[in-house]
């Protein structure tokens, strides 16, 4: 499958623990997002890659949000200090570059802080 | 705040019926209307976008209607099939930027056999 991949699907955590979530995007695309999905609504945006660089970060990405891209491949999403309002749906998305390029969604990592 | 706006929030029709979603926008800088479809434990899947140049695209039983000086676009789902049931996200952006797109609440559509 060459999609895009996210790892874990599923994640328990208690409040205060620190989590990281993976995302492969699909190969040649150079463009990398993360969004985040509350139960009965639509994704929200939360931060940008093209290639290593992260060119937008929303308000939504408090300091305990950290996101990275290291080598323009894969990514990191690092909640550290985890709230019981971080429980969600994260989703990573790619694309090629150019604008109205499809974006396409991986399955998301679902987290929960107990 | 909301940038798109999604109605309704839920459908329930017959097997055969079409199920209208719509949408409206305010940003006037959005060029790029996608709509996507989700099911339970899912990523959303694209189904089909418009650029507001035409004023409608049909891909197979999917037709999206298209009204910019209304700010407002629609789905339409021809022939509704149970297996059509799932929620739809319609969503908007600038592709002039970094294309991070806005999304509406959703819509929940159930066909019934």
């Known amino acids: 499958d060459t999609g895009v991949s996210q790892d874990p699907r599923h994640k328990i955590t208690k409040r205060g623990q620190n989590v990281t979530f993976r995302c492969d995007p699909i190969?040649?695309?150079?463009?990398l997002y993360w969004y985040r999905q509350t139960l009965g609504q639509g994704p929200e945006f939360l931060t940008y890659?093209?290639?290593?660089?992260?060119?937008?970060k929303s308000r939504l990405l408090s300091d305990r949000f950290s996101a990275e891209r290291p080598k323009g491949s894969f990514s990191t999403l690092e909640i550290q200090r985890t709230e019981q309002g971080d429980s969600a749906m994260y989703l990573c998305?790619?694309?090629?570059?150019?604008?109205?390029?499809?974006?396409?969604f991986g399955p998301g990592t679902r987290l929960l802080v107990l | 705040q909301q940038q798109v706006k999604q109605s309704p929030q839920s459908l329930i029709v017959q097997k055969g019926g079409i199920p209208i979603i719509n949408c409206a926008y305010e940003?006037?800088?959005?060029?790029?209307f996608p709509w996507y479809q989700q099911f339970p434990g899912k990523g959303p899947a694209l189904l089909i976008a418009?650029?507001?140049?035409?004023s409608e695209k049909k891909e197979g039983r999917f037709t999206i209607s298209f009204n910019k000086s209304a700010k407002q676009f629609s789905l339409h789902i021809m022939d509704s099939q149970p297996g059509d049931s799932a929620t739809y996200f319609c969503?908007?952006?600038?592709?002039?930027?970094?294309?991070?797109?806005?999304f509406g609440k959703g819509n929940q559509v159930v066909v019934i056999p």
């Open positions: 998305a790619s694309s090629r570059e150019g604008g109205g390029e499809t974006q396409y």
């Open positions: 190969s040649e695309h150079n463009r």
């Open positions: 890659f093209q290639n290593e660089a992260q060119l937008e």
């Open positions: 940003n006037t800088a959005f060029d790029y």
């Open positions: 418009i650029r507001p140049d035409v």
């Open positions: 969503a908007a952006s600038t592709t002039g930027g970094n294309n991070r797109l806005a």
